[in-house]
């Protein structure tokens, strides 16, 4: 028997429960699908022994007013304020993220700096014409010098390819408005409205998944359901239109029909599971698209304060560990014994190779080692327990050829009249979740009758100005959450 909703959701992370969400609140009723075991993606809150802590960290901060509204109307007095502090191991240094010269300076020695200057002004004279790889985007911007001795080692440990075979639009998307000189012009005077450089960021108490899991509660509230693992597994559609969608749960196979479908599973997943199926150029674009994969080691350390940062830029190469968060100093609720601390070793890496396949235990010792080693813990007995999650499919790849691939598929998927792909695997780009919430927004009011371009966000500057007002803070709707 076919189960009908006026919209199916795939995908329960960031841009397809604010699709719902906002679908609900117009009184047009959804059922949205998750594989995982928790809502959130790759944003989502995992918990170990009443520790919590984020797949990757996760600020609140943005600068498109309609975004910033819905969390405090969701979320509202279980926000703290966080003050941001970041900084780069290298060379045995530490850093200051963002830029403070003087900082700098007395790391690099007064040659090492006049060289980078040197470099910077060159690039200034005599630049790349084109920017086609990110290696010429950040040379353009900071000199080849400085490239080197901070982008060009983290950034390949993140993606495992060579700077020059990154697209330049990764960089135009991730640090667009940064410049050595505008770092330090901030740095000298204190002003700073560069996302990017922000000094303080809004948190919920508990963790990202705590935002996500309140979505969860007030769709449920209002006859909108959001149903764990649960794994889509045919798309079937005649001509231009989405019939059903066939989903896996519980060993049971379930058809749900309905007018609209909004999709945030990944394009190659998406592509495949077309019945009939998609065209051979489309199922070849899929199939040469990547993605980076992630995972996570936790530690358990018995000590109460390690060091102040949020996290720390591990940019050195005999490093494993990318990056390494310290998630009491995102908020001190994050764990449960005031006496310890927990520590997220990030690494960076791809299904297929060794680091991911590497036992639990394993990884926890190379965790443990690499964070005394970094002269972060001091006593490796004090590291008491730890935990291992791995996140598939984490980032996808900005490589030479994946934007060709993204236009054949693109193309071919606007061809249907009732689907819309959201978030950052629905449209394989590196977006935040503010920008995957707003891909949300504005799928709702596609199907409400609206006419907006998902694709230009996070691209368009037009897309924000429309959204750029914030209004007040409003209070949370109290009377539908439930406690």
């Given at each position: 028997m076919t189960e009908y909703y006026s919209t199916v959701v795939i995908g329960a992370g960031p841009a397809g429960l604010t699709a719902a969400y906002e679908l609900a609140k117009k009184g047009v009723r959804s059922i949205t699908f998750e594989q995982g075991e928790k809502v959130g993606g790759i944003a989502r809150t995992e918990t170990y022994k009443g520790y919590r802590f984020d797949i990757g960290g996760h600020r609140f901060f943005t600068k498109v007013g309609e975004v910033e509204q819905l969390w405090y109307e969701v979320l509202g007095e279980d926000f703290i304020k966080v003050p941001r502090l970041s900084r780069i191991f290298y060379d045995g240094k530490f850093f200051n993220y963002p830029l403070e010269p003087y900082d700098a300076l007395s790391n690099l020695g007064i040659l090492n700096s006049a060289f980078i200057l040197y470099s910077y002004?060159?690039?200034?004279?005599?630049?790349?014409?084109?920017?086609?790889?990110?290696?010429?985007?950040?040379?353009?911007?900071?000199?080849?010098?400085?490239y080197k001795t901070f982008f060009k080692t983290y950034t390949e440990k993140v993606w495992g390819i060579p700077c020059d075979q990154i697209h330049a639009e990764w960089a135009a998307q991730r640090i667009k408005g940064l410049s050595l000189r505008k770092a330090a012009v901030n740095a000298v005077f204190g002003t700073n409205n560069t996302k990017t450089l922000i000094k303080e960021f809004d948190y919920p108490v508990l963790g990202p998944g705590m935002m996500w899991e309140r979505f969860q509660e007030l769709l449920n509230l209002r006859g909108c359901p959001v149903e764990l693992s649960t794994k889509a597994t045919r798309i079937r559609r005649i001509g231009s239109r989405i019939q059903s969608i066939d989903i896996r749960q519980n060993g049971e196979t379930r058809t749900i029909s309905g007018d609209h479908f909004i999709s945030?599973?990944?394009?190659?997943?998406?592509?495949?599971?077309?019945?009939?199926?998609?065209?051979?150029?489309?199922?070849?674009?899929?199939?040469?698209?990547?993605y980076r994969d992630f995972l996570i080691v936790s530690l358990i350390i018995d000590q109460d304060h390690l060091f102040p940062d949020n996290w720390i830029y591990i940019h050195s190469p005999e490093f494993k560990v990318g990056r390494i968060q310290n998630f009491k100093n995102w908020s001190p609720a994050m764990v449960p014994d005031p006496n310890?601390?927990?520590?997220?070793?990030?690494?960076?890496?791809?299904?297929?190779?060794?680091?991911?396949?590497?036992?639990?235990?394993?990884?926890?010792?190379?965790?443990?080692?690499?964070?005394?080693?970094?002269?972060?813990?001091?006593?490796?007995?004090?590291?008491?327990?730890?935990?291992?999650?791995?996140?598939?499919?984490?980032?996808?790849?900005?490589?030479?050829?994946?934007?060709?691939?993204?236009?054949?598929?693109?193309?071919?998927?606007?061809?249907?009249?009732?689907?819309?792909?959201?978030?950052?695997?629905?449209?394989?780009?590196?977006?935040?979740?503010?920008?995957?919430?707003?891909?949300?927004?504005?799928?709702?009011?596609?199907?409400?009758?609206?006419?907006?371009?998902?694709?230009?966000?996070?691209?368009?500057?037009?897309?924000?100005?429309?959204?750029?007002?914030?209004?007040?803070?409003?209070?949370?709707?109290?009377?539908?959450?439930?406690r």
């Open positions: 002004f060159k690039a200034k004279v005599r630049p790349y014409p084109t920017e086609e790889n990110l290696e010429q985007w950040v040379i353009n911007r900071f000199g080849e010098r400085l945030s599973m990944p394009l190659t997943a998406l592509v495949r599971q077309l019945d009939p199926p998609a065209p051979d150029d489309v199922l070849e674009a899929a199939s040469r698209l990547s310890k601390t927990c520590l997220g070793m990030e690494y960076f890496c791809n299904q297929d190779d060794g680091l991911w396949a590497m036992a639990d235990q394993d990884l926890i010792d190379l965790a443990s080692t690499e964070v005394c080693n970094l002269g972060l813990v001091q006593d490796r007995d004090r590291i008491q327990d730890g935990v291992v999650i791995r996140q598939p499919k984490a980032y996808p790849v900005y490589d030479e050829e994946y934007r060709r691939h993204v236009e054949v598929i693109r193309d071919y998927l606007s061809t249907f009249e009732n689907l819309q792909t959201v978030g950052r695997n629905g449209m394989h780009r590196y977006n935040n979740q503010d920008h995957s919430m707003l891909t949300g927004i504005l799928a709702a009011k596609n199907v409400l009758g609206e006419s907006h371009d998902l694709w230009n966000v996070n691209t368009e500057r037009s897309y924000y100005e429309e959204f750029s007002k914030a209004s007040p803070k409003p209070p949370r709707e109290r009377e539908l959450v439930a």
